[in-house]
């Protein structure tokens, strides 16, 4: 088993910053990659960022390409998104997730486990 659970969102104005973190924990050793996706209302869930947890490459959603990073934490078993130059239509629910099989999938469904959601509020 694997926890995972999401921190660090909140309201804020358009063109601001938020950080997001992600701390997982219980059987990380066998984490694949972990990622970020997001659920604004009405809308399916979409994947914004990736990243192997052993680290090295990353991938983003071309929306988010420029303005968000995806970053390993090793010392507190975390991943962390650091979202700048935020616009209202980043406005979503973020989640993190965690894959146990290899694979570079985009996909909610390739993904195993889930945190709880953390709410993005972005207004102009």
């Known amino acids: 088993q694997v926890q995972l659970v999401e921190s660090g969102g909140g309201s804020v104005q358009a063109g601001d910053s938020l950080r997001l973190s992600c701390a997982a924990s219980g059987r990380t050793f066998s984490i694949f990659r972990v990622a970020w996706f997001r659920q604004a209302p009405g809308k399916e869930r979409e994947f914004v960022a990736g990243?192997?947890?052993?680290?090295?490459?990353?991938d983003y959603v071309h929306s988010v390409k420029g303005r968000f990073t995806i970053s390993r934490d090793n010392a507190q078993n975390a991943v962390n998104l650091q979202m700048n130059s935020l616009k209202p239509e980043d406005t979503a629910v973020y989640y993190c997730a965690a894959r146990l099989r290899d694979g570079w999938r985009t996909s909610p469904a390739e993904y195993d486990y889930w945190g709880q959601g953390t709410q993005v509020t972005v207004s102009s």
């Open positions: 990243l192997l947890w052993s680290g090295g490459p990353t």
